[in-house]
């Protein structure tokens, strides 16, 4: 089965979405580095990994600002449609609208699921990404001593 031809609106809609939400996921790493007391000496920081790992990481730092807990609320929402997008079959349905499938596992058995979207929707998550990359990328100013708190 080959898979249907994507607008080019929307594969670029796709790209730029998995492009902010990889370059957040970074920089979040670099966090949860930059806040481990042993960083020097540990690889339990949480760095590389993204969605459940990468939260259980940035959840351990001590003595989260409200901006770092915003950040992590923020990036906890935005890893779940992440992955509805990431691990989803698009089908084009017209000039605003596409069809994702996905068969996430639920209890270890596949369960189809399909639901619409729009490209608005789309690059209203992207506007999100790009917000939270700005706003991680000010709390490692921070961590790193760059920029006050």
Known sequence: MTPPDLSKELAILLGRLVYYSGWVEHTLGELTVLHHPQRSESSDTSWGSSGRGLIKGLRRIPNPDDKLLAAISEYEELSEWRNKVIHSGWVDQ?????????????????????????????????????????????LVSVAMGLKPS
Do not use: C, K, N
Not at 98 to 125: C, E, K, N, W
């Open 94 to 138: 017209g000039p605003e609208i596409i069809m994702g499938f996905h068969a996430p596992l639920q209890r270890g058995v596949p369960t189809m699921a399909t639901y619409a979207l729009s490209h608005s929707l789309l690059d209203a998550l992207i506007v999100r990404w790009t917000q939270l990359s700005s706003d991680v990328d000010d």
